[in-house]
């Protein structure tokens, strides 16, 4: 092969690579775990969906390098899974095997498909929605932030309180047939209360 055709060749790998580093990230949602009890999405008040989807609109915008240099601005990503202080150090083994799933369609090698899984999956991010509405976790994998987890409460790095629960940090509460029997019981009682209270003062 003459010296030019190997040039000729190695420019257009560089303007390839160069064309997938420009690109602007997609967002996943299709590895999403919703069993993990300490990321949840339902039940919070609207101005967290509001930062939730301005945040998904903001990494679109973003290149690949903006999350995994850790250098874009308002996202303040951040690479997870290193540090002691972290309640999870990894995604859970069932995400990991729906990458494994997929990557053995193309190996048709178990332990390759396997030890590649855990590699992309490794690739873990977390994004900011604010300071005070949490984060998004994923890992980035073909140009794409794969989101997991929604941790509006702040609980894959907990303060020093603790994990936060679903129903402490739910602001929007469930209105079924019970809750609503529930919360008449609840209104009597303390009509009842009242009652007596007024009763007693006068």
Known sequence: MSK?????????ADSDAQAVSDEKLR????????????FFFHGMEVKYYQKMFACVCEISKCKESDITEQSHPSLSPKSIFNSSSSVKD???ES???????KLFIQTRDKNLSRTQAIEI??????????KNYGRLHGF???NTFHIVWFDPAHNLYPM???????KDAATVKCFAPDEILRLQSQIK????ENAELYEALG
């Open 4 to 12: 030019n055709t190997k040039n000729k060749y190695r420019r257009i």
């Open 140 to 142: 980035i994998w073909n």
């Open 189 to 192: 009682e303390l009509q009842e």
């Open 27 to 38: 967002v996943s949602f299709e590895y999403i775990d919703w069993n993990t009890e300490e």
């Open 160 to 166: 020093r309180s603790g994990i936060t629960k679903h």
């Open 95 to 101: 995400i990991i095997s729906q990458i494994q799933e």
């Open 90 to 92: 990894s995604f859970p």
């Open 121 to 130: 999956a490794s690739r873990a991010f977390e994004v900011s929605l604010s």
